[in-house]
């Protein structure tokens, strides 16, 4: 079977072998440090954090560690929002104000048209 397979005898003797023990031709589980966060408080801090954008890590903590017996750290905190995809806070961007919506105006009217970016298509409505 290895050399139909072209793979060392050892390794098809091993797979052979832990097909036996575990029944599956899987990995076996791994061991490792126990995650501090359940799965259930995994997804209080991904919906709260969904429900409300604004939140930083360090304003969940506490929520967290009101219902836990072991306190979690800021940085857990971060590891699950980050592992969820929202590692960010969503923040309000600052407004152009009127000089400087002025100021770009004239900046991309005194250049020739060949230098805008493609999608600087800009009019007074726009800016």
Known sequence: ?????????????????????T?????????????STTKSEDKF???SSQRNRKLTAPEITPQLNATKALPVSTSTVQRRLR??????????????????KSLKLLHYTTLNH?????????????L
Do not use: C, W
Not at 24 to 29: H, L, P
């Open 23 to 35: 029944g599956k031709n899987g990995d076996r589980k791994r061991t490792g440090r126990p995650q």
């Open 114 to 126: 060949t230098n805008l970016p493609r999608r600087a298509a800009f009019s007074k409505s726009r």
């Open 83 to 100: 592992e969820a995809g929202l590692g960010h806070v969503a923040v309000k961007k600052p407004l152009l104000k009127a000089q400087n």
């Open 1 to 21: 079977m290895a050399q139909k397979l072209t793979v060392p005898v050892s390794t098809v003797a091993y797979t052979i072998k832990r097909h036996a023990e």
């Open 45 to 47: 801090i991904r919906v």
